[in-house]
C-alpha cells in the first residue's frame, strides 16, 4: 500500500501541468461549505454553463443510471441527486476538460475509456443490493487514473511505458512508472484530487488504485464497495475491449466478489449485460 503525505506528493509532482480548480467547482464548493447551501444556488450556477448543464443531463439519462424517467433540467438534476452528488458530477466533468496538453498519447481515446468505466461502475451498483452513491462512482471512474494524461504530456515517451506494462503479465504501470520517472500516475492523480478538494476517501482510492491487496486494509463499507466495484468494472471493460482481465484478477476476483455479495454467475450475467450496452 502507498503511504504519501501532502508534502511529498509535492515533490513527486514537481514540473507536472496540474490543472487549476475551475471557477465553477471553486464556487460550487463555496456553496457547499456554507452554513445554509441552496439547491436554487447550485442549480443558477450550473445552468449558468451549457456545456456543464448538457454533460450532466447526458449522463444521467444515460442508459447506466437507469432513471425511472428522463431528466430534463438541471433544476431537477440538483433536486433529484443533492448536493454532494451534483458537486462529484461537476468534478468529473470540469476534470475531463480541464486536463487538455500536447499529450503522447490519444487523450480521446484515454477519456473514451475512463467513461466506460465510469458508466460501468455505475451499472454494477444498480445491480447490487447494496447501495453506493452512483455519483461518486462515476467521478471514480473518471478519475481513477486521471494522473495518465499529466504524465503523457509531461513525458514524451510515456506511451511506450503504457504498451511496456500493458504487455507485461508481471509488473504493474505505476512500478515501471516509478522505475522510469520517480513517480506514477496514481500519485499525480492523487495531488490533482486533493488540489482540487475532492472528498479524501475518493483521492485514497486513486492512490491505492493499482494495490491490489487494497480492499485488505480499506475499513469503511462504502469504499470497500467502491473500490471492489472499480475493479470489477476495469475487469469487465478490459475483457470487453481487449479481451484479457485486470492485472491480479486472478487473486482479486474472490475478494471483490464477496464484498460486492454476488457470485461468479451473478458477475457473469452482469458482465453480459455490460458488454451489450457498451457496444
Known amino acids: 500500500m502507498i503511504t504519501i503525505d501532502q508534502s511529498v506528493a509535492n515533490v513527486l509532482t514537481h514540473g507536472f501541468q496540474i490543472p487549476p480548480k475551475p471557477e465553477t467547482l471553486v464556487r460550487l464548493q463555496a456553496i457547499n461549505n456554507s452554513d445554509d447551501p441552496s439547491l ?6 450550473v445552468s449558468s454553463d451549457v456545456g456543464l448543464s448538457s454533460a450532466i443531463l447526458k449522463t444521467v439519462n444515460s442508459p447506466f443510471y437507469g432513471m425511472s424517467r428522463s431528466i430534463s433540467n438541471i433544476n431537477q438534476a440538483v433536486s433529484l441527486l443533492g448536493l454532494k452528488s451534483i458537486n462529484n458530477l461537476v468534478a468529473s466533468i470540469e476534470l475531463k476538460r480541464s486536463l487538455t496538453g500536447n499529450a503522447c498519447i490519444s487523450l480521446e481515446r484515454f477519456w473514451d475509456n475512463a467513461t466506460d468505466v465510469a458508466n460501468a461502475m455505475v451499472y454494477i451498483e444498480s445491480k447490487l443490493s447494496i447501495k453506493v452513491s452512483q455519483e461518486t462512482l462515476y467521478s471514480v471512474g473518471l478519475f481513477h487514473d486521471c494522473g495518465i494524461p ?13 504498451i511496456e506494462a500493458n504487455d507485461s503479465s508481471d509488473q504493474t504501470l505505476t512500478a515501471l512508472e516509478d522505475i522510469r520517472y520517480n513517480t ?7 495531488f490533482i484530487a486533493t488540489s482540487w478538494n475532492l472528498p479524501q476517501s475518493l483521492c485514497d482510492i486513486i492512490l491505492q488504485h493499482h494495490e491490489y491487496d ?15 466495484i ?12 481487449r479481451f484479457r482481465e485486470i492485472y491480479r ?6 475478494s471483490v466478489l464477496e464484498t460486492l455479495g454476488i457470485s461468479s454467475l451473478e458477475y457473469s450475467d452482469i458482465e453480459e449485460d455490460l458488454s451489450e450496452l457498451l457496444k
Open 150 to 162: 499529466a504524465m503523457a504530456i509531461r513525458f514524451p515517451d510515456y506511451r511506450s511505458t503504457l
Open 249 to 254: 484478477w486472478d487473486i482479486l476476483q474472490t
Open 214 to 228: 487494497y480492499l485488505d486494509h480499506i475499513t469503511g463499507q462504502s469504499d470497500q464497495l467502491t473500490y471492489a
Open 230 to 241: 472499480l475493479k470489477m468494472a476495469e475487469n469487465i471493460i478490459d475483457r470487453t475491449r
Open 40 to 45: 436554487r444556488d447550485v442549480a443558477d450556477l
Open 184 to 190: 506514477n500516475h496514481a500519485v499525480v492523480g492523487y
